[in-house]
């Protein structure tokens, strides 16, 4: 742990979620000039699919590149194989760090087994940690959520994921049930943070942070050692900007543009465009005519329409 990077970073560090096809190369670099976080993570990758005759297709989705680190990748999965792998693969591509994802809900993952199912299985849990370590090399740390059903699960789960000794264990403040239908449950990753005590682990918390001011206070009243921002990058993607202030309709504008025509020299003719829209609202909201002007730009197909809507209306502006 004394090598770690997350010992390096200053306290508390800000760190952005990994998000399925959000914290993509595109929208890393857009995140990274509008202010960075300590802490940049890659979309949660298959470590069964790095495995499989569907490689190829997953490698655009561990593409890094010089201004990202440092950068974790992270996996999912059940097999302690592939997560030997899957950290043998990050160590050749340069990754920083890599994290085994035990906090996603998302039905398809659970299904597999995967991500906060594990909780079910501590010993496989503990066994994919040991591999993912042993095939990197290097940091490797933990992101999950309090438990299944209910928070007192937490007691039995932490404390197994502590006893391998991650180089981060970062917690999202609610169960797998609650999804993100209840408030984060910060006096309990406060609770993290005293099991955690006394180990040198850095304890990461997640949860309804929405402001860099915001987070810095969570970071003081609960003692973790850094902050996880996931959804509220959507909200303002200057968040982690140390110095804050207001955004102008224009720069907005540019900002959505300048992140299409990124998303599109990327992953144009791999992926939908459509998924290019959830990022929409980010940056076309809170000013007079911004929610007729947003769905002029959710009916666009393509990239040229959405130039084409965008340079229209900052003419007008």
């Not at 201004?67 to 302690?80: K, L, R, S």
């Not at 940091?139 to 699960?153: A, I, M, N, Q």
């Not at 993607?237 to 207001?246: G, K, T, V």
């Not at 829209?277 to 959405?306: H, I, N, Q, T």
Request: net charge neutral; with cysteine.
């Amino acid at each position: 742990m004394p090598d770690s990077f997350w010992t390096k970073l200053p306290r508390p560090f800000f760190v952005l979620a990994p998000m399925a096809d959000v914290t993509d190369v595109p929208f890393r670099s857009v995140v990274a000039e509008c202010g960075r976080p300590d802490v940049f993570y890659t979309e949660f990758v298959s470590a069964h699919g790095l495995n499989s005759p569907g490689r190829p297709k997953l490698m655009l989705d561990l593409a890094l590149t010089d201004a990202d680190h440092p950068i974790v990748a992270q996996f999912f999965g059940t097999e302690p194989e592939h997560f030997l792998a899957a950290g043998k693969l990050a160590r050749e591509l340069g990754y920083d760090g890599v994290d085994v994802n035990m906090g996603c809900p998302d039905r398809s993952v659970l299904k597999q087994g995967a991500g906060i199912a594990l909780a079910k299985d501590p010993a496989r849990a503990q066994a994919i940690i040991h591999a993912l370590r042993e095939g990197f090399g290097g940091p490797t740390s933990v992101k999950t959520r309090l438990g299944l059903y209910r928070t007192d699960e937490m007691e039995t789960w932490i404390p197994a994921l502590l006893e391998t000794k991650p180089d981060a264990l970062i917690v999202h403040g609610r169960t797998m049930k609650e999804m993100s239908k209840v408030p984060a449950h910060w006096d309990l990753i406060g609770r993290v943070v005293q099991m955690a005590r006394g180990t040198g682990i850095p304890v990461v918390g997640n949860g309804d942070v929405f402001s860099r001011t915001q987070g810095e206070e969570l970071a003081k009243a609960w003692e973790v050692d850094g902050i996880m921002v996931g959804r509220g990058i959507f909200r303002n993607p200057w968040l982690f900007a140390s110095q804050q202030r207001e955004h102008s309709p224009v720069e907005r504008l540019e900002l959505a543009l300048n992140h299409a025509e990124r998303w599109m020299s990327h992953w144009g003719g791999t992926k939908s465009f459509d998924l290019m829209k959830k990022f929409f609202k980010a940056y076309v909201s809170e000013w007079p005519g911004a929610a007729e002007l947003r769905g002029k730009m959710m009916a666009c197909r393509d990239l040229d329409s959405v130039r084409a809507v965008i340079l229209d209306a900052r003419a007008d502006l």
